[in-house]
Each structure stands twice: as C-alpha cells, then as structure tokens.
C-alpha cells in the first residue's frame, strides 16, 4: 500500500509540474524516474527464483498474501526424496483438504489452509481432535 501511495504522488507531481510547465511555456522535460524499491524486489525474485541450493526449511512454504509476490516453492533433491521413500512411517504430511498439496508442518498447513479457503472463498471449520476421542467415537458408534 506504501508503494502505490508513493507512486500515486509522484505521478501527482510530475503532473503538475508538466501543467506548470506548459502554462509558462516551457519544453517540458522527460526524465525517467528511478525505480529503486521495485528493482530491489524484483531483484530479490530473481536471486529467490534462480538459486540453486535447495533449503528443507519450512519457513519456505509459506504463501505470501501478496498478490505480487509468488509463493516460494523448495525445490525437492534426490536426496530427500530417498530418504522420504525409506522411512515413510517417520515423516507426518499434512494434506490440504481443499487443494489435496502435501505440507510438512502442522503451522504451515493451518496457514496454508486459511490462505487456501479465502482464495477460493469457501468457509472452513477447524476441529482439533485427539485419538482418545477419536477411539471413543468409534467405540459409541458399535
């Protein structure tokens, strides 16, 4: 929002100064403005999106609210993926219920599924239950 405002007012001015311009006279004078917080960015995007080295961390999941920014996706080696594959039974994955995309973390998933349900507008309820309650309801159920 910082940024749309500040662009708002420099467009502002250079408008003004070209109406003033005009009115004594003068040539105006086109100068390309300097964009450097968005250069800085798409700088960062670029560095984000070209790098090489694979980060297992779950800090990379996250999805941004941003519509400018894209998510930040880790990229999957050989290397975790073998070791994925031999101890299936350690790794936990949450799965979306709306998208079905595997998350590692149970943070990550409850942001992603937020995130998930107001992009597609649709309301969610979250129940925590715990397997002691869950063998109840299966023994009441006989």
């Known amino acids: 929002?910082?940024?749309?405002?500040?662009?708002?007012?420099?467009?502002?001015?250079?408008?003004?100064?070209?109406s003033n311009a005009i009115e004594n006279g003068y040539k105006p004078i086109h100068t390309k403005r300097k964009r450097t917080?968005?250069?800085?960015?798409?700088?960062?995007?670029?560095?984000?999106n070209n790098s090489t080295i694979a980060n297992d961390s779950d800090s990379d999941e996250r999805l941004s609210l941003s519509p400018r920014v894209s998510p930040i996706m880790s990229k999957v080696t050989k290397s975790s993926h073998s070791i994925n594959c031999?101890?299936?039974?350690?790794?936990?994955?949450?799965?979306?219920?709306l998208c079905r995309r595997p998350l590692r973390n149970k943070d990550v998933y409850m942001d992603?599924?937020?995130?998930?349900?107001?992009?597609?507008?649709?309301?969610?309820?979250?129940?925590?239950?715990?397997?002691?309650?869950?063998?109840?309801d299966e023994v009441s159920e006989m």
Do not use: Y
């Open 86 to 97: 031999l101890m299936p039974s350690t790794v936990t994955l949450f799965k979306c219920q």
């Open 37 to 48: 917080d968005q250069d800085d960015v798409s700088n960062k995007r670029k560095i984000i």
């Open 112 to 136: 992603h599924m937020i995130i998930c349900a107001v992009q597609r507008q649709v309301s969610i309820k979250i129940v925590r239950r715990n397997n002691k309650e869950k063998k109840n």
């Open 1 to 18: 929002m910082g940024h749309l405002l500040a662009r708002m007012a420099a467009l502002w001015l250079e408008q003004q100064t070209l």
